[in-house]
């Protein structure tokens, strides 16, 4: 006997709906409004209890949607021949197999037309973009052409591709921090960072007694400054300080390196010292590095000042500045635009001879030669160096006139343009010979006014004769629109007590120091008298 199984059991226990047999696929028809659509039976599985929903009637409102939606095709494909009649319509039954073949060809000649436009547009794009790559690329190399002799006559470096410097190497002097001074070209202190970094590295093998090359430098120095360093960089440092290293070109130098042999020449580089008598060898220390950092930093700005004094001597009128009074540059010397240092000569590496021209054999084979051929050959020479002499030269060119006025001017005096002018020169003379203490003690004048008004203004709402020196700089501090400390806000008020004694006063009692104010005097007078006595000190 069989032993019966648990899905046996529950199959006998609980009936389940049938298998229903596959169901064809029903064809899609139209429903016919004569005749409407017979109302399918709802299956009810056994053991289901739901009722079956009526199936709803349709309505005059609400007609009975179609069996199967139509197709929407776009305007422009409405017209084809495949869109006269919709699938499974009346209409369609009525194309006869004579007319499938006429549509068919009419449908292959439209879409043959919309290919033959759609060809002739790109064609006529692909010409228009062509035309426009060829103008580009003459505009392209007529720019490349003109540009880098522009930028050449104007004294500015002319980047690759004709390009100019960045912002921030042409005004790099107009956004130095602090007041106005000697300030360096951005290339020049660019060169004074590549000399620091260059007398570091000599320094370090120059100490553990290691031969400094340029290999080793270069690396060195571009580690540190992130910027290429080459033999050219070697060559200005080098103008600008001579007796900084010496050059040579030596051989059988340990390298370690695959790429270079032991014996070919290499540039190493020795700084040059000062030897005290009797004593060891020196070393290259930190005060040794600094010093030579100075003298380097000095030696630049004295190549700004001998472009500085060329361009004074060009002005109209000319001006003459002494050196050791000389705190800035003049207002209208550009800096930046100072044209870079030409390297000096490096040692190159002794080339073996060899006979690259054709004089040079010659010259060779002059030993081996007849005295009479040797003779022919001078006699050509001789003719072709007189065949090839410049003529007589011609008669000087005139001298230049002077510059016309612009015409702005015209029909001014003369003479009062050159008295503008020396004025003009005699003040931007002042601005260039000013002291730091000069120009800081500008500063605050230039700020007294406004300062004058606001030390009122903290009186009046405090309602006292007077004020300690810290509540009132403490108070001028935090009403001033620019962030000045309490202590260089105590330097105005001290000196506007000494340019104003009869407005403003200072008492010393015991430890502290009082600020009193006249506040019954008028305010738009002590404000014309700070801004004259401002005037007066600016024009000395």
């Keep these: ?63 009975a949607p179609p069996a199967r939606r139509r197709l929407r095709l776009p305007a422009d494909t409405v017209s084809s021949p495949s869109a006269l009649a919709a699938p499974g319509s009346p209409e369609e039954a009525t194309l006869s197999a004579g007319q499938v073949p006429c549509l068919a060809a009419q449908e292959d000649k439209a879409s043959s037309k919309v290919t033959l436009s759609e060809l002739k547009s790109c064609l006529q794009r692909a010409r228009e973009l062509g035309a426009r790559a060829q103008e580009l690329k003459a505009s392209a190399q007529r720019k490349d052409a003109g540009e880098p002799r522009v930028l050449e006559d104007q004294g500015q470096p002319a980047g690759p591709c004709g390009q100019k410097a960045p912002a921030y190497q042409r005004f790099h002097a107009l956004a130095q921090p602090g007041p106005p001074g000697l300030v360096l070209p951005y290339k020049y202190q660019v060169l004074a960072e590549m000399f620091r970094s260059m007398d570091t590295i000599v320094g370090m093998l120059y100490n553990r007694s290691e031969t400094a090359t340029f290999a080793k430098v270069k690396q060195g120095v571009q580690d540190m400054m992130r910027k290429r360093f080459e033999e050219r960089n070697v060559g200005q440092i080098r103008t600008v300080y001579p007796a900084s290293y010496r050059f040579r070109q030596e051989r059988d130098v340990p390298t370690f390196k695959d790429g270079v042999k032991r014996s070919d020449y290499q540039l190493t580089i020795e700084p040059l010292l000062d030897q005290e008598a009797g004593s060891t060898a020196p070393q290259l220390t930190a005060s040794h590095l600094l010093r030579r950092r100075q003298v380097f930093g000095q030696n630049l700005v004295e190549r700004v000042r001998e472009h500085h004094r060329a361009f004074l001597a060009s002005l109209n ?65 001789l003719r072709t160096a007189k065949s090839g002499s410049p003529g007589s030269p011609g008669p000087a060119p005139p001298a230049t006139p002077p510059a016309a006025p612009p015409a702005a001017l015209k029909g001014v005096s003369q003479d009062l343009l050159e008295r503008v002018r020396r004025k003009q020169a005699q003040k931007q003379l002042a601005q260039m010979t000013r002291q730091p203490e000069q120009e800081r003690r500008l500063q605050r004048l230039e700020r007294l006014p406004e300062l004058a008004r606001v030390l009122r203004g903290i009186f009046v709402s405090e309602r006292k004769p007077a004020l300690t020196m810290e509540v009132a700089c403490a108070r001028m501090a935090g009403s001033y629109r620019a962030a000045l400390s309490p202590g260089e806000m105590e330097k105005h008020v001290q000196l506007l007590s000494e340019l104003l004694p009869d407005w403003l006063s200072l008492h010393r009692v015991r430890a502290d120091t009082y600020v009193k104010l006249d506040k019954a005097a008028d305010l738009a007078g002590v404000l014309a008298r700070l801004a004259h006595l401002a005037r007066a000190e600016a024009a000395l």
């Design 1 to 63: 006997m069989a032993q019966p199984r648990l899905t046996d059991f529950f199959a006998r226990r609980r009936p389940g709906p049938r298998a229903a047999p596959p169901r064809a696929k029903p064809a899609w028809r139209t429903p016919s409004p004569a005749k409407p659509a017979p109302p399918t039976p709802a299956r009810t599985p056994g053991g289901s209890r739901k009722r079956a929903r009526p199936p709803a009637e349709p309505t005059r409102d609400h007609p």
């Design 317 to 381: 009128p000319p001006m003459v500045v002494p050196e050791d009074q000389l705190t800035r540059w003049h207002p209208h010397f550009n800096v930046d635009e100072v044209p870079d240092i030409e390297p000096a000569e490096l040692p190159q590496p002794p080339t073996t001879e060899k006979l690259a021209t054709a004089q040079e054999v010659l010259a060779r084979a002059r030993s081996l030669m007849s005295p009479r051929m040797e003779k022919a050959l001078s006699d050509l020479a």
